[in-house]
């Protein structure tokens, strides 16, 4: 069982032992077994001796003492001396801080895991298991499949940075907007999947407070990149709200019918630091726009100032022209149908449809609320059931059943 | 590290003759690629089309033997480089380089043990 000491020290410190470790031994099992290896040990040790002065800088002794073993443990097997560096002095380890002693090697470690070479889909896992520590039982969760599968998958993507010579070095100049590009995309799904849940329960809810810390990290690392400062925003705007998504029935409630006072202010302050920062850097790109609308939506007071429809608009007309995409596409309809009314509102819907829309939930959902709107009362049911039927969570389905309750006639 | 450079295309592309205008630029420009890669190059060729290939296949420990290619596709294997180089993304950085004649793909492959 781990103290909440060690748990303390392992959540700050983890990422940066395991990337030091990593770009050290050039080896992704070697950093992550030392790891898991040196809590094992402080697990054991800290209850009977109390906990040490500097946790952060305990564990990296362990964990580099541990990775040394297994390094020569490797070496001997493959007859070679291994190539990486012995353990510091101890007057080297009295002088320096943690801060100090561990490499920030965060940056490498971010940019190994969402190598344009893994798998998409083993991007996001890798990162989270690996930069923000997550089990793989909780990473499975988030990304509803089972245990076995994940774990699976991220022996793949080791396997595969491992055989095919991913570098262990920052990328050179040439190949950063690629490389930057992998990066953001995988923390955008992986955020996605975090924001998906209202709810925000369980393991769901350390998950995107994760993401806050790594977006911000990230966002520390590369103070020059304006569409990394604007997914910083996204994510603090995004969390500022997530208070305000459900109702005293555990319902979600839409972000126009939020309560903007039950609002995080700190984080909104944050998201709007990292916006103006990002603005400041060059033209929006498709990040900066979505954080601007996050950050329209952030802007509201109270319940009684007009939702800012036709700037979201407005908007979402500008990341079409960079993004084009089902979930831009419906979300412009929304905006549309305040702004213009329902009718435009529902010829754009039905241009969207059969495009593989049948089991995409949120078409059905905004399709259900637009005929209950223009008193379609029984295309409403039926929209509002298909949802339904596409298993949605728990608080969406709370709120949808409430929506069909209402529709009459 | 040592890398399998495969490329794939559609051979259509340069004609039944040996000597076509399309086959005789593609060889110059890989014979100037070569040139640029120096060092890091390690071997490799083009290879005749799959009009001249053979292929010996095992199927149920039985061998048999037939014309043609092992597999029937729009885009065949065309030639390879074997390059040596730091890591994946300098293996990418030469794939990238590397000439073709219209669409296609270079799958970059490491070599066991290399």
Not at chain 1, 217 to 233: D, I, K, M, N, R
Not at chain 1, 339 to 354: D, F, I, K, R, S
Not at chain 2, 14 to 25: C, H, I, L, Q, V
Request: a negative charge; one cysteine or more.
């Amino acid at each position: 069982m781990r103290s909440a000491g060690l748990e303390a020290a392992a959540r700050t410190a983890g990422a940066r032992i395991v990337g030091a470790l990593a770009v050290r031994f050039r080896d992704l099992d070697i950093a992550e077994d030392a790891f898991a290896d040196a809590c094992v040990k402080a697990a054991r040790a800290w209850p009977a001796a109390g906990e040490p002065r500097d946790p952060a800088a305990w564990l990296w002794r362990a964990a580099l003492t541990s990775a040394l073993d297994a390094a020569r443990r490797r070496a001997v097997r493959a007859r070679l001396r291994p190539d990486a560096p012995e353990a510091e002095t101890d007057a080297e380890r009295r002088l320096a801080s943690d801060e100090a002693i561990i490499p920030d090697d965060r940056l490498r470690l971010i940019f190994i895991c969402c190598h344009p070479a893994v798998a998409a889909e083993a991007r996001a896992a890798l990162t989270l298991r690996l930069v923000c520590g997550l089990s793989t039982a909780e990473i499975a969760w988030a990304f509803l499949v089972p245990e076995a599968t994940m774990a699976q998958r991220l022996v793949r993507a080791k396997r595969k940075i491992a055989e095919a010579g991913v570098p262990f070095e920052t990328p050179a100049p040439e190949a950063w907007p690629e490389r930057l590009d992998a990066v953001l995309s995988t923390l955008e799904i992986a955020y996605a999947k975090a924001h998906e849940d209202a709810a925000g329960a369980g393991a769901h809810a350390g998950y995107a407070r994760e993401m806050l810390d790594l977006t911000g990290l990230l966002a520390s690392l590369l103070p020059g990149h304006a569409e990394v400062q604007a997914l910083a925003a996204l994510v603090c705007y995004a969390e500022a709200r997530r208070p305000a998504r459900l109702d005293e029935h555990g319902a979600m409630t839409p972000l126009s019918e939020q309560d903007p006072c039950l609002w995080r202010r700190d984080l909104i302050a944050a998201g709007d630091r990292y916006l103006a920062r990002g603005e400041a850097l060059g033209p929006a790109g498709p990040l900066a726009l979505q954080a601007r609308l996050h950050g329209l939506w952030c802007a509201r007071c109270s319940l009684a100032e007009p939702p800012p429809w036709p700037e979201v608009l407005a908007l979402y007309d500008a990341l079409l022209e960079q993004r084009e995409d089902r979930v831009v596409r419906l979300n412009r309809a929304v905006a549309l149908a305040e702004v213009e009314g329902l009718a435009a509102a529902l010829a754009e819907l039905e241009a969207l449809e059969g495009k593989a829309m049948a089991r995409f939930a949120p078409y059905h959902a905004v399709r259900a609320d637009f005929m209950r709107r223009a008193g379609r009362a029984s295309e409403a049911r039926e929209a509002y059931r298909a949802t339904l039927a596409l298993d949605p969570a728990a608080a969406e389905r709370l709120w949808l059943e409430r929506r069909l309750a209402e529709v009459h006639g | 590290m040592q890398y399998a450079l495969l490329i794939y295309e559609d051979e259509a592309i340069y004609g039944p003759e040996k000597d076509s205008p399309a086959m005789r630029d593609i060889v110059a420009r890989h014979m100037a690629f070569g040139a640029e890669l120096g060092e890091a190059r390690k071997g490799g060729s083009g290879l005749r089309s799959t009009a001249a290939a053979t292929t010996v296949r095992t199927a149920a420990g039985a061998k048999s033997l037939h014309d043609g290619p092992f597999a029937e596709t729009k885009e065949q294997l065309g030639g390879f480089y074997l390059i040596d180089v730091p890591d994946l993304d300098a293996a990418i950085a030469v794939a990238r380089r590397l000439p073709l004649a219209g669409d296609g793909a270079v799958e970059i492959r490491p070599l066991l043990g290399g």
